[in-house]
């Protein structure tokens, strides 16, 4: 698609969802995508709104830069502020969802006997950082929380009150909580969570990389985490990378200091008000258009009919076509009732879960699908067998799964091949 009157886009009706749609995004048309989750894919008119962007920027840097970029990057804070249920001041962006939790996480003073805990399930960069500050000192304790599926959300509440009631009550516990798990795609109980945080005097910290866009009616008014990260890039349709950090007022003077440290950083024993907002609108010079072109994300989304709408259309074709694509694969999907589910669907694959999961293996999936057949959907291994995420976005049908499936039939039949024949040349 050439150059697009968006004045003229917007004053028509939107195509039907599914493939008339892909026409609006610089997908190959012949590619089956079905992976949306793990880096968002931005629609034409807002590639082209930050292309005319960083054009009038260029233009004139000093311009932009010293007088004209501050009122737009408020409007943007404004906006995914009222979308989030937030106050303006409590919201600001940061390049995505890994940074935004380092930011919580490196700005607590942790002392000896404080603990953080994680998950099997947590993204591997925050288990990393988890783990990075649990190496040095003061080195506080890791508390591993286990979440294996299949299971139920009163499972998982009843097990995490359980866990963070038997935490030392001695010290700072911080709790690090997906809202909607990467890896296998899955919305948790995060709202009730949160409460049992609160219950017992833990901090909440929400890993929301995948909510935004994908979970409708979000309040963090009244769901009131300590904190809550999430990606406008992936299912937002913002151009790549953005992500919101959310810290409500009672919990901003913990972020001392931006990542990195803005110049307008004022040591906390100097502090005569709020140091929070102003240290993210500056912290080096970087290319703003991703932060500044989120209303034209949230205008192509409302010309599409609005949150709800998307999402309708999205998690239905999620629940069929995981059931087809696990249909095709002779095997099942993770959640068939559906209580984890948003537009994320894990089927298993018919590939061996003795096989354990390694670099070169990873390799040879990533390669025998994409290059190999143009199609892809997140694969990976959890409690002893593997699966394949399927994201649904706006412009997928459900021949998308027919495809899909095909193509990882052949692609575990012939990865397995070679595994074994491998495993045969090393013996």
């Known amino acids: 698609m050439d150059h697009i009157d968006l004045d003229a886009l917007y004053a028509s009706t939107p195509p039907p969802f599914g493939p008339p749609l892909k026409r609006y995004f610089r997908l190959d048309p012949n590619f089956v995508a079905l992976n949306n989750g793990s880096y968002g894919t931005p629609p034409i008119p807002v590639l082209q709104a930050a292309s005319t962007l960083s054009e009038t920027i260029e233009v004139n840097p000093d311009l932009f830069h010293k007088l004209k970029y ?25 390049s995505n969802a890994s940074t935004g939790i380092n930011t919580v996480l490196r700005n607590f003073e942790w002392e000896e006997g404080d603990v953080i805990v994680i998950s099997n399930t947590t993204y591997g960069s925050i288990f990393k950082t988890s783990q990075s500050l649990s190496d040095t000192p003061p080195h506080p304790t890791l508390s591993f929380f286990p979440i294996n599926f299949p299971t139920t959300p009163e499972a998982i509440l009843t097990s995490f009150r359980e866990h963070i ?70 299912w937002l349709h913002a151009k790549r990378s953005v992500a ?7 919990n901003q003077h913990i972020i001392k200091s931006s990542i990195p440290t803005s110049h307008t950083y004022i040591s906390p024993a100097n502090r005569t008000g709020p140091n929070f907002v102003e240290q993210f609108e500056w912290n080096g010079t970087i290319d703003f258009t991703s932060f500044i072109t989120v209303p034209d994300a949230l205008k192509f989304r409302a010309w599409l009919g609005g949150e709800e709408k998307i999402n309708e259309y999205c998690h239905d074709l999620a629940l069929k076509g995981g059931k087809r694509l696990a249909e095709i694969l002779g095997t099942s999907v993770m959640d068939p009732e559906g209580e984890f589910t948003l537009n994320m669907v894990n089927v298993e694959l018919p590939f061996p879960g003795t096989i354990p999961f390694s670099k ?68």
């Open 360 to 427: 070169n293996l990873n390799i040879a999936f990533l390669k025998a699908m994409i290059e190999g057949h143009n199609a892809f959907s997140a694969v990976f291994r959890h409690n002893g067998k593997w699966w394949t995420r399927a994201s649904v976005q706006v412009w997928n049908e459900m021949e998308d799964f027919e495809k899909l499936g095909k193509a990882w039939l052949e692609v575990c039949r012939d990865v397995l091949e070679e595994v074994r024949k491998n495993e045969g040349t090393e013996q």
């Open 70 to 94: 501050m009122s737009m990057l408020i409007e943007s804070r404004e906006k995914v502020a009222k979308l989030i249920g937030a106050k303006t001041d409590e919201v600001v962006f940061v």
């Open 165 to 234: 009631q038997a935490l030392p009550k001695k010290g700072k516990r911080v709790a690090v909580i997906d809202s909607i798990i990467s890896n296998p795609g899955a919305l948790l109980p995060w709202k009730e969570m949160v409460k049992i945080c609160k219950e017992e005097g833990v901090y909440s910290v929400i890993d929301a990389a995948h909510s935004i866009g994908q979970e409708v009616g979000i309040d963090l008014g009244k769901a009131d985490p300590d904190f809550w990260i999430s990606n406008c890039h992936k």
């Open 244 to 250: 919101v950090l959310y810290v409500p007022e009672r």
